[in-house]
């Protein structure tokens, strides 16, 4: 069995950043013209303002991503997590989330928040056991369907 590890984003995993993010967006909601916007340049959207990609790697397999997105004022969206559906229930979301929070506190920066959804039940609980707490989001959100809005209190 092939051991799972956690990698830095090269512009060759970008189609596996798109392809990851479109395979749940389709699934649960639908692609909002930022996701194609951040997907299709991720090395322009995220990277270059100082934000991180990660990915989970199992064998010679993508299965998972997460970006942390400098938002401005040392201030981080942790978006974009993704994995693949074969790959859910095996611990893939909470490596990348521990592995995106480390990162995070590398940065030695103000804050992290996200956004998601209250349908997204395993997603939101896996949040709160990291150290994420709602909050009332304090502008509105690009995202059409984002209705949960948490912060980084860990």
């Not at 090395?43 to 998972?64: M, P, T, W």
């Not at 981080?76 to 506190?105: N, P, S, W």
Request: charged share 25%.
């Amino acid at each position: 069995m092939s051991v799972l590890e956690i990698i830095d984003y090269q512009s060759s995993y970008q189609p596996d950043f798109e392809r990851l993010n479109i395979e749940w967006l389709e699934k649960y909601f639908r692609v909002e013209p930022i996701d194609r916007e951040v997907l299709g340049d991720p090395e322009r959207h995220v990277l270059a303002g100082g934000g991180h990609i990660l990915f989970a790697r199992k064998g010679d397999d993508i299965v998972g991503t997460v970006a942390l997105k400098h938002a401005g004022d040392g201030v981080y969206e942790l978006t974009k997590m993704a994995v693949t559906e074969i790959a859910q229930g095996l611990g893939v979301g909470k490596a990348l989330l521990d592995a995106v929070i480390a990162r995070f506190r590398d940065l030695d920066a103000a804050g992290m928040y996200l956004e998601s959804h209250s349908s997204l039940a395993v997603a939101v609980g896996l949040y709160e056991r990291a150290g994420f707490v709602h909050e009332p989001r304090p502008e509105p959100s690009p995202y059409e369907r984002a209705d949960v809005y948490m912060v980084f209190r860990g």
